[in-house]
């Protein structure tokens, strides 16, 4: 194989790593919003469940006494004192609604007023939450009212109903009972999802924003300006195996975080062995073959997630892991040089992981990649 032409590809060190800085800003936006989104969906699902074991707590009351054992004097006692709690809550939302009005009237609202006549910020707050927590009180009471009437009615309809009839209602109130336990459980479940995935989405944004001061410092620790002129034309002769030292790199960038060979995490201090290089590079980066082959396999594996494996033959296979957008399919044939991925990340870090394997026993991929040189330049 001979690929005439002869040119480089520019890679800049300081634009790579604002690239990877404002790539991770983005996401740890991204997750506070589906952070606020679900906790909006919490308070939803935590308001019907109450409403759910209000209605249950009634319809076991309901179904515990079928025989309709209140007395028509009882339920008569109980209607008159639903009535003159109405009419309590009524006049307080009557007062409630003049005073708005007033404000209204007169250009202002409730709580400028009380900004004005207060002595002291705290003072203003506490007024404030006073007025909105007697506001949540009434509303409380105008429900409860609601919902004591709602059962009155319908335990006078029980009373009205011959056997056969009462039945019937008892067993259609089971229905229903039973509908909000299904209701309820479904709930109760999508309420621990989304508290789990907050859980998940907090402790990414904590490892994010730790990555980010580094990511940061780093960037401001680089004095000199560069660009790591990177041979990306491939001109080969013969197999694979036979360019040694003239595979092109896979990626725009050169900057190894984990070498081939034996590492060790610094996080955990546990001792791993890396099958081929780690690569920094910003996520969405364009991922090519480094040489002529058929796609072997597409796979899914834990921390590399995306991984593509291109058979070149005589046992030669490249491995492309962290790769998100794929283009290429399983069988099929890629040139030297075609793109066929884009770069991926893990929840703390942008890179791209690249591997050569012999006969499936891994080989340091520096030793067959082509070596650059650095241009230093004034900005």
């Known amino acids: 194989m001979f690929y005439p032409g002869f040119s480089f590809a520019d890679y800049n060190l300081k634009e790579d790593k604002q690239s990877q800085i404002n790539y991770f800003r983005n996401l740890s936006e991204k997750l506070e919003r589906r952070i606020e989104i679900n906790n909006y969906n919490i308070e939803i699902i935590k308001k019907r469940l109450k409403e759910i074991d209000k209605q249950v707590v009634f319809l076991s009351g309901l179904l515990n006494n079928p025989t309709g054992n209140d007395s028509r004097e009882n339920i008569l006692l109980q209607e008159a004192e639903i009535i003159n709690k109405k009419e309590k809550v009524e006049k307080l939302k009557g007062e409630f609604s003049k005073r708005i009005l007033w404000l209204y009237k007169y250009g202002m609202d409730y709580q400028t007023q009380i900004l004005f006549t207060s002595e002291s910020p705290i003072a203003f707050y506490s007024r404030l939450e006073y007025l909105n927590k007697m506001s ?14 709602y059962s009155i009615q319908e335990k006078k309809k029980i009373i009205n109903l011959n056997k056969a009839e009462r039945l019937e209602y008892i067993s259609r109130k089971k229905q229903e009972e039973d509908t909000l336990l299904s209701e309820k459980n479904i709930l109760e479940d999508s309420l621990r999802i989304l508290k789990f995935d907050n859980e998940c989405y907090s402790r990414q944004i904590e490892k994010i924003r730790a990555n980010l001061v580094q990511s940061e410092l ?15 034309n491939p001109i080969y002769t013969g197999n694979f195996g036979d360019n040694k030292g003239k595979i092109i790199f896979p990626v725009q960038s050169v900057e190894i975080i984990r070498d081939f060979g034996r590492c060790v995490n610094p996080q955990t201090g546990t001792i791993f062995y890396n099958f081929g290089i780690d690569v920094s590079i910003a996520s969405g980066s364009p991922v090519k073959a480094v040489f002529d082959g058929v ?9 590399f997630r995306n991984m593509i494996i291109i058979n070149h033959n005589e046992g030669y296979r490249t491995v492309y892991g962290l790769v998100n957008d794929i283009i290429v399919k399983k069988g099929s044939s890629v040139g030297a040089g075609e793109i066929i991925a884009y770069t991926s990340n893990t929840s703390e870090e942008q890179m791209f992981h690249f591997e050569i394997r012999k006969d499936f026993e891994p080989i340091d991929p520096k030793t067959w990649l082509k070596t650059g040189y650095s241009v230093f330049i004034n900005l």
């Open 136 to 149: 949540g009180m009434r509303k409380q009471d105008f429900e409860r009212i609601k919902f004591e009437d």
């Open 218 to 232: 780093y960037l401001n620790s680089l004095s000199t300006n560069f660009i790591y002129k990177i041979d990306d």
């Open 295 to 303: 796609v072997e396999e597409i796979i899914d594996v834990p921390f």
